[in-house]
């Protein structure tokens, strides 16, 4: 059974920094790549960030590119996503997936619950 399990939210003020974690177990984490994800209240759910499963590919939406970085611990089943100078406009649930293969190619197959990320102005 492939379980995703996301940490890391909270409540933060405007302008600090996060590191969310999501660690995999079911699978064999280092063949496959990682996607972030956020959904905000009332609207839908849109993607942050992704990585190959070597790391050595990211890709990042507009909304987040310059003040985010994702990574990955293959030896730890983890992959990580840091925000910085966060805004209030960051505030969602932030959930984390597994790609169907090693490459970024929109298709994730494995999500997890998500974690709350509320940002304060």
């Known amino acids: 059974q492939v379980q995703l399990v996301e940490s890391g939210g909270g409540l933060v003020q405007a302008g600090a920094s996060l590191r969310l974690s999501c660690t995999v177990s079911?699978?064999?984490?280092?063949?496959?790549?990682v996607g972030w994800f956020r959904q905000a209240p009332g609207k839908e759910r849109e993607f942050v960030a992704a990585?190959?499963?070597?790391?050595?590919?990211?890709e990042y939406s507009d909304s987040v590119k310059g003040r985010c970085s994702i990574s990955r611990d293959n030896a730890k089943d983890t992959g990580y996503l840091e925000i910085w100078n966060l805004k209030p406009e960051d505030t969602a649930v932030y959930f984390c997936?597994?790609?169907?293969?090693?490459?970024?190619?929109?298709?994730?197959?494995?999500w997890g619950q998500g974690t709350q990320v509320t940002v304060s102005s």
């Open positions: 997936a597994t790609g169907t293969t090693g490459w970024v190619t929109g298709q994730y197959d494995y």
């Open positions: 079911g699978r064999t984490f280092s063949e496959h790549s």
């Open positions: 990585i190959t499963y070597s790391g050595y590919y990211t």
